[in-house]
């Protein structure tokens, strides 16, 4: 009988190997949230009884950065599927888990590798990394170490942005990546300037647009400058007060030109905007007027009872929802407040400037928004929620609320909910829609 052939030797090769089949970081990975619980790397039967959860969790938490390690060597693998795994599979670790310390020591090598990327991959590889460059400073903090990871990705960063014949997705993610970084790294104001500047010189050609082809644009270029559009308003948000009379004074009478945008997604952002800079501009003068209020509250109230026809029905609703907000806080300085649990916090968002800054996060984190609200000292003083509340196992048991009462908080709930749609409810614009 012939004698079969060993391959464990090789089989966990460094960067230059091949690699066929990479395994992405999933949520079965990310269990270390609840490491006391337990732990999606070790199997209850391998170990012995007396093994206590300080022995599990240290067990876990090596595996998961051995798991890591092996990410990051991935992403100068020769194959751009497998660097793109790579990098996806370290982006879902970052927004899981909060891991300061591991990416701390590893943050020349992860920027080297995202630079790389970036320059040289494709449109999927290059967002990939945008997105982790993005998850990187949000870790890192507003400290000297996401300014390094900024200051060396900018250049390129901006270089894409400002290039017609890249991807747009491409553009997009690095519109994205750059404002992110940037917002973090407040220190460096010259710098935000200037990465305000980079995003007005995309965005502001739709007002150039909406004159000369009255909205008729491509649907690209349009998600774009929305991007752009964003991002640019988040950053205003943490500009000194002179600055921002400079920009309120520049954009704040060509901005209602959007709200004729074909796109529904165009004209929900610049409603938004155009609140959000309303507030601040009441901020820092409690008498601010504005010159054609009376045409904007016209366009306003017809984009919040809007029933054309030729408009889809959800794009109508949606519209509809947004603008009778914006109407709200435009005319009756009014903002309806929202609530954010998490564990056993919650944090109320009462005003445009968290709404919009809660959104930007919310949109990279995606499902991990909240773990990182409950673990993330940097997010935590962005929403001035304190430090961190570390609550044992016990003491989670007792806050718990017994299903009985739940139910009862649920119904009235519903039924408070139900009433106060009801009275917003366009029924008119409704039953138009139907015939």
């Given at each position: 009988m012939p004698k079969s052939k060993k391959r464990g030797g090789n089989s966990g090769r460094g960067a230059g190997g091949q690699h066929r089949n990479v395994q992405p970081f999933s949520d079965e990975d990310a269990s270390i949230e609840t490491m006391s619980h337990c732990s999606g790397f070790s199997d209850p039967a391998s170990f012995t009884e007396d093994v206590g959860p300080?022995?599990?969790?240290?067990?876990?938490q090596e595996d998961l950065e051995y798991k890591l390690k092996g990410f990051i060597d991935l992403t100068l693998d020769k194959s751009a599927k497998t660097r793109q795994a790579a990098l996806e599979g370290l982006k879902n670790a970052l927004t899981s888990k909060i891991l300061f310390d591991f990416i701390l020591e590893r943050r020349m090598t992860l920027t080297d590798s995202i630079e790389r990327c970036i320059k040289k991959g494709k449109s999927d590889e290059q967002c990939a990394a945008a997105g982790l460059a993005c998850l990187l400073c949000v870790q890192l903090g507003s400290g000297i170490e996401s300014e390094e990871i900024f200051k060396t990705l900018a250049p390129v960063l901006k270089k894409i942005i400002s290039d017609g014949t890249a991807n747009i997705q491409t553009r997009r993610a690095c519109i994205t990546c750059l404002g992110i970084c940037c917002f973090i790294v407040t220190e460096d104001i010259t710098e935000l300037y200037l990465t305000m500047e980079c995003l007005e010189n995309i965005f502001t050609k739709s007002y150039q647009r909406e004159r000369d082809t009255n909205g008729i644009s491509s649907t690209h270029s349009t998600m774009l400058h929305i991007n752009a559009l964003l991002t640019w308003t988040l950053l205003l948000t943490i500009c000194p007060v002179s600055e921002v009379k400079k920009k309120l004074e520049m954009h704040l009478h060509k901005l209602p030109s959007l709200l004729s945008c074909d796109d529904v997604n165009m004209r929900i952002v610049a409603g938004e905007t155009l609140a959000l800079l309303f507030e601040l501009a009441r901020e820092m003068d409690a008498d601010f007027s504005y010159e054609d209020m009376e045409l904007l509250s016209q366009k306003l109230r017809s984009l919040a009872t809007d029933g054309n026809k030729h408009r889809a029905k959800v794009d109508k609703r949606k519209q509809r929802s947004v603008f009778r907000d914006v109407l709200r806080a435009?005319?009756?300085?009014?903002?309806?407040?929202e609530t954010v649990k998490f564990g056993p916090e919650r944090m109320y968002i009462d005003c445009w400037v968290k709404k919009q800054t809660y959104y930007t996060f919310k949109e990279i984190l995606g499902s991990g928004m909240q773990y990182h609200l409950q673990s993330n000292e940097f997010l935590r003083n962005v929403f001035e929620l304190g430090p961190p509340v570390m609550l044992d196992a016990a003491t989670l048991k007792t806050m718990k609320i017994p299903r009985f009462e739940r139910h009862l908080y649920n119904s009235a709930a519903f039924k408070a909910r139900t009433k106060a749609r009801s009275k917003c409810r366009d029924k008119r614009a409704d039953?138009?829609?139907?015939f």
């Open positions: 300080e022995v599990e969790e240290e067990a876990t435009i005319e009756e300085r009014d903002f309806t407040t039953v138009v829609e139907f």
